[in-house]
């Protein structure tokens, strides 16, 4: 009979397995992330809208939104902000600005009746670009609440930089869809800040014009919209925005000088991009002297876009931001357009770096235990792809400075900034809002309820599922 072994081989205990909430507390500590010194960031989000589905081969992917909140959430970022679910805009509050034979059409239409409703289609510009999908509706309230909360923390100051990553769809009209835009979220928010605000700075670094918050605001001199965009008549949607469209010609209308654009042609990189916008984005500030800022952060303005035609690198975007935020005014951070949706999650996460303030000491490989990873392989884990270089740069240095020099003469018409009365702020409908906000937050307070009875037992708290 064999002895037993007397001495046995010696094997190192097992490695304890991480919790993800664990390995994004070291992420947290890693990159130095915390709550701003000295102001306060809130991100206002509602997973919901990442569920609709525009359809196999349209370009918008609201699942870009899914993977900005993972890398966010991965690098623990959410933890220096103040994070809230936001709820769905009112059919009142979207009315603002909003035909109420419009949103009734939005409400109504879905893809099993669109066919007996065909006839009301072209009226409101319903097509290939902005199709008919299951819960229409509800996506567009959800992307205009959060920035309608987003506006209202600014307005009272719980947030001196508020982000809402789901809106920002700047070409929907007051009576019609447009450029994958249904409901102007951005007007909707600027419309709140006004209620407070006497002067708003809209500026907008998508690759396509910001048409409809411009048209919105044509004859307000209460808001001044500063356009940076691709221009081409012809060939690129939508084929507005030439640099002498300023506002209305007569110079008696108050929006006369208030719109101002910056048309650029293929291929713009870096360096020139940045500082072709601190040079015109300063003088507009010290200028107009905005009391709140709204910034599109259109993500295909970036190279290798799918639908874009610049060679703009994510840290060049970024810079865009941190300008902006660095003079220290209320300031709205919206998304918009990007259809590379690995590359827009990217962006919209070092971005919302920038506003906390850890872009400096950020890793940019990404974390290993972002739950969609597999997402970002083609160009390898990294927060920082180079994406130049995919179109010819038509972008003269010589043309840039007209640009510039032409948007300072325009300044100049303002003499400083105007003087306004603030009974203009659009009527109060506060009481109605806080009615309606009690409804929600009791149905809320319902389900959650009923969510908790569900998950007893299910796994940490602190895991992040989708």
Known sequence: MAQARIVQEYAPAPAATLTLDQKIQREIEKNGIEKPKGYTVSWHNNAEVEDHHFGKNHPMKPWRLTLTKHLIMAYGMHTAMDCYLSRAATKEEMSEFHRDDYLEFLERINPNNMLTLDSALPSYNIGDDCPIFDGLYNYCALYSGASIDAARKLINSQSQVAINWSGGLHHAKKSEASGFCYINDIVLAILQLLRYHPRVLYIDI?????????????????????????????????????????????????????????????????????????????????????????LQCGADSLGCDRLGCFNLNIRAHGECVRFVKAFNIPLLILGGGGYTPRNVARLWAYETSICIGAHENLNEAIPAHTPTLKAFAKEGPTLFPPLTGKFENKNSREYLSSIIVEIREQLRYLKGAPSIQMQNIPPDLAGLREEVEREIEEEREEREAVRRMRERAVGDRGEMVD
């Open 206 to 294: 998508d690759v396509h014009h910001g048409d409809g918050v411009e048209q919105a605001f044509w004859s307000s001199e209460r808001v001044m919209t500063l356009s940076f965009h691709k221009y081409d008549k012809e060939q690129f949607f939508p084929g507005t925005g030439p640099l002498s469209d300023t506002g209305p010609e007569n110079h008696l209308n108050p929006g006369a000088h208030h719109s101002l654009n910056v048309p650029l042609h293929d291929g713009i990189e870096d360096a020139d991009y940045v500082w072709l916008f601190k040079e015109i984005v300063a003088p507009c500030i010290e200028t107009y002297c905005p009391s709140a800022i709204v």
